[in-house]
C-alpha cells in the first residue's frame, strides 16, 4: 500500500515570496505521484503530476515540483506567490491505475 | 463545457435515514471514481465504476454503501442508515479512458447526518 504525508496543514506566505510545500511518500512499488489544488468551494484541480522521465515537472502558473527518488518526496515550489494562489494543496499518489491516495492537504495563505 | 456535476451540493440526513448523492460525469467519460474526505483527513478511495460495471470497490464500507452507474443518468452513491460518522464531503471524478491520470473532479457533496 502507499501513503502520503505532507508535513505541514498550514504555510502562510507573503505575496511574491517563494514557497515550497512538502510531501513525503512511502511505496513498495513504482508509483505515480501527483499534486492537486482546491480553491474555495469548488473542486479539486489537477496541478502537475509525475509519471516518468524528468523528475522536475511544471504547471503552467508557475509551480514545479521534482520527484526525488531517494528521499521519496515529490515537493511543491513557486519562486513568487500570488494572493490567488491562496488555497488548499494536495499530494497524491498511486501505483495502480483506479485509486489515488492522498495527503491531508496544505493550505497555503498568501497576504499582502 | 460543464465539467463533473455533483448535486446535492449539501445534503443533511437524520441518523437512520438514507443519503443519494449525484455525480454526473464530464461528457464523453465513462469511468467515474467516488472519494470521501473526512474531517482533517485527505481525500480516501471509495470506488470506481464504469458505465453499468463497478471495476474497483476496495475502498467502499462493507454495509450500507452502494454504487451504481447506470447506462443513462448519473452515478449515484447510496448510503443507508446514516450514521454520525458518515458526515463527510464526497468528491465524484471522471475520465475518458482508464488509467487517464489527473481526472477530474467535481465540487463534492457535504452531508451532514444530524
Known amino acids: 500500500a502507499q501513503s502520503v504525508t505532507q508535513l505541514d496543514s498550514q504555510v502562510p506566505v507573503f505575496e511574491e515570496a517563494p514557497v515550497e510545500l512538502r510531501c513525503n511518500y512511502s511505496s513498495s512499488v513504482s508509483v505515480y505521484l501527483f499534486w492537486y489544488v482546491q480553491y474555495p468551494n469548488q473542486g479539486l484541480q489537477l496541478l502537475l503530476k509525475?509519471?516518468?522521465?524528468?523528475?522536475l515537472v511544471e504547471s503552467i502558473n508557475g509551480f514545479e515540483a521534482e520527484f526525488n527518488k531517494s528521499q521519496t518526496s515529490f515537493h511543491l515550489r513557486k519562486p513568487s506567490v500570488h494572493i490567488s494562489d491562496t488555497a488548499e494543496y494536495f499530494c497524491a499518489v498511486s501505483a495502480k491505475k483506479d485509486a489515488l491516495n492522498f495527503g491531508k492537504g496544505t493550505s497555503l495563505l498568501v497576504t499582502p | 463545457n460543464a465539467g463533473v456535476m455533483q448535486n446535492p451540493r449539501h445534503l443533511v440526513r437524520r441518523r437512520g435515514q438514507e443519503a443519494r448523492l449525484r455525480c454526473s460525469p464530464m461528457?464523453?467519460?465513462?469511468?467515474v471514481y467516488w472519494y470521501r474526505q473526512l474531517p482533517e483527513e485527505g481525500l480516501k478511495f471509495m470506488v470506481y465504476l464504469q458505465k453499468e460495471n463497478i471495476i474497483d470497490e476496495s475502498g467502499m464500507p462493507k454495509e450500507r454503501f452502494s454504487a451504481e452507474f447506470p447506462k443513462e443518468g448519473p452515478s449515484i452513491l447510496r448510503i443507508q442508515q446514516v450514521v454520525r460518522g458518515d458526515s463527510a464531503a464526497y468528491f465524484c471524478?471522471?475520465?475518458?479512458?482508464?488509467?487517464?491520470?489527473?481526472?477530474?473532479f467535481g465540487s463534492g457533496t457535504r452531508l451532514t447526518v444530524v
Open positions: 461528457k464523453g467519460h465513462s469511468h
Open positions: 471524478a471522471s475520465s475518458a479512458n482508464r488509467g487517464d491520470y489527473g481526472y477530474t
Open positions: 509525475y509519471l516518468s522521465g524528468s523528475t
